[in-house]
């Protein structure tokens, strides 16, 4: 597999320059980068520190999706987990669709779910990634992903863009998430799991897209939003609407970490819908954009989703995202 590396111009570098530090995302200045080397080879690329691993990304094409796994701010605990053994497919920080449905000949094609031997029925397939990196921690990251459903047809294909920042002193970063969507020949509805009060449906409904499978016990999680704090959970799941969500992790009265996610208004047409499980042995999130309803889109049609994840050694509050989500909006 060939991967072509290649240094950023000053443009990109001037563009590349957003942070997580303290809780709170700055733009449009270079930070003090902590240490580190570049570590990769044909299925992967990483920041580490010695034996402590920032974040990697990993694109082997005998896995089920790209993914990053692990994330872990300053290189010390990793807050993401990679396919554990009651749901094998979650690939810690990753994107799949759960149905693809197809009009014409009634459908459902499971993107989501792999069966014993790690395949899904759908297959999600990609080329050899373009990687861009700097000498501070910056990379960028470009892929075309196609969507292939049982009879060999493409449902639609994706060109990713992942800009990941230099981590910041304090071993915080970022991951931009640009993803541009192309349908194939056929008229297709993106489908999910029924929700409660629907047909059919369960307390676990809605779920696809941007997810993350987090670190179990006996580390604690809570959640913050754009809105204030996560605290009404029913059967372990909340399911609130915010521009950003944040999962802080503690030990004890110490912090271990925090994953936050911001989603572009654009994506869902206003504060996004999230679907957050804070359980003993599953905390997990995912920006649910087909919980309100399935989405049709039209064959040739296009669409396009924008996320970024910040990466922080400290907990996130709901002002620090308030204020990272403007910031981010206003410099994208």
Known sequence: MDINVMPMNAAKLLRFGGFVAAGLLTLGMLPTAALGEWQRDDKSLAWVNGTNVYWRFTFDPTKGKPFFHPLAPGGNTPLTNFRPADHPWHYALWFSWKYV?????????????ENSAGNAQGKT??????????????????????????????????????????????????????????????????????????????????YAGLSARMVPLPITMSAVTTAGPVERFASNRARPNAAAVACNFSDGSLDVGSLAFFSDPANTGGDAPWYIIDSRQMPFICQALLAPKPRSVLAHGEFTLRYRIGVSPKAWTQPGLEAAQKEWLKNK
């Open 101 to 113: 449905y197809h009009p014409n000949d009634a459908k459902h094609v499971n993107y989501w779910e």
């Open 125 to 206: 397939r990609w080329n050899p990634p373009t990687i861009e990196t700097q000498a501070d921690g910056r990379a960028a990251i470009r892929l075309k992903l196609s969507y292939v459903n049982p009879s060999g047809e493409t449902d639609m294909t994706e060109l990713r863009e992942l800009q990941v920042s230099a981590p910041a002193k304090d071993g915080g970063f970022s991951i931009d998430w640009l993803a541009r969507f192309t349908v194939g020949d056929q008229d297709l509805v993106l489908d999910r799991t029924p929700m409660a009060g629907e047909p059919g449906g369960q307390v676990n409904g809605g």
